[in-house]
């Protein structure tokens, strides 16, 4: 990348404007290279590096060449560049501003350097004709760690923890659309405790894996109904109990999201199945109480009751013999 050098006319303290005016012939570069669309993002969030600097600072003013960054590992180079900042010894030292690319990307970075290597500040980048920022800190590949802000141009926002380049550790993540999730990262993922809320009023808090739900947790739903236990891959998975808005409730085992294996169904008018489900259906051995007591036992099928069931009063005493076919009782014999 090829720039002019106007160290020459910035290098000598002569007063503030002198600053601006070095600031200035180093955006117009940018511009020059036909970039202009990250100048003005950079503009419209305020990298102004004048506010950085005192006039005394105006003697280790001066443009130098990026030597670029190679090396970085799953990362794209970054391509040899210009910048306008403090030096010591030749280094970047101090405030500056940096331009570069990487691959078809932009980035424009106004930071704190340290031998060269930027610590901490924030940049502008464009990717995909779309502007993203960031403020927080840097590691020696140029790469967002440690804490810091970002933003795109579509209204996401994350305020937490890099390492890498990659949400890891604690954050908070919101959307255009309402929604928002704080907790635990690990490599971009939600991976850990957090909480995710929808922004139609639904959310969820508990553990996370790889994205997904995983774990315990307790889900939310703004209609009222609720469910509490075990997770994975985002589905009901183990243990646990849904409760309706209704009033009706489950507790018991879930499998894939369905209810499978051993439950207990209670409706709100009192009645309640206790015994084997299969892909959210009675299925086997069960027994039926209802809301007056009386209860009885038998095999279901796709939540009809099949061959014969015995129904008992509340006290336990057996009242008759009914056998059914496919849900429909067909005969029925009064317990001698």
């Known amino acids: 990348m090829e720039f002019q050098d106007f160290s020459e006319n910035i290098t000598k303290p002569k007063s503030r404007q002198i600053i601006q005016l070095g600031l200035n012939q180093f955006l117009q570069q940018i511009r020059d290279l036909g970039n202009n669309q990250i100048v003005d993002a950079a503009q419209l969030h305020g990298i102004l590096l004048l506010r950085r600097f005192k006039e005394q600072h105006v003697n280790s003013l001066m443009q130098s060449q990026f030597e670029g960054i190679t090396n970085r590992g799953k990362y794209s180079d970054l391509q040899p560049g210009m910048y306008y900042g403090q030096h010591v010894n030749g280094l970047r030292e101090g405030y500056g501003l940096l331009f570069t690319t990487c691959g ?3 980035f424009l970075y106004e930071c704190e350097w340290t031998k060269g290597m930027p610590i901490k500040g924030r940049q502008v980048s464009i990717s995909n004709k779309m502007w993203q920022k960031y403020e927080g800190q840097y590691d020696e590949l140029y790469l967002m760690t440690g804490t810091g802000n970002w933003q795109n141009e579509d209204g996401q926002t994350y305020q937490g923890q890099w390492q890498r380049n990659k949400r890891n550790g604690y954050g908070k993540n919101t959307w255009p659309n309402g929604g928002s999730y704080q907790g635990e ?10 909480i995710y809320k ?24 703004s209609s009222g ?22 009033g009706n409730s489950y507790e018991g085992e879930y499998k894939d999201h369905k209810k499978h294996g051993q439950g207990i169904f209670k409706y709100a008018n009192g009645d309640s199945y206790k015994g084997h489900w299969q892909n959210d259906n009675l299925h086997g051995i ?51």
């Open 198 to 221: 929808w922004a139609n009023g639904n959310s969820y808090e508990g553990e996370y894996k790889d994205n997904n739900r995983h774990g315990q947790g307790i889900f939310k739903w």
């Open 286 to 336: 069960g027994r039926f109480t209802y809301s007056s007591g009386q209860y009885e036992e038998g095999q279901w099928k796709d939540s009809k009751q099949v061959g014969e069931h015995k129904k008992y009063s509340k006290e336990g005493i057996l009242l008759e013999l009914i056998t059914y076919d496919d849900g429909n009782d067909v005969k029925r014999e009064k317990a001698q």
């Open 225 to 246: 109904d609720s469910y509490q236990g075990e997770w994975k891959d985002n589905n009901r998975h183990g243990q646990g109990i849904y409760k309706w808005a209704n």
């Open 185 to 194: 990262y690990k490599d971009n993922n939600r991976h850990g405790q957090g």
């Open 104 to 106: 078809i990307d932009l």
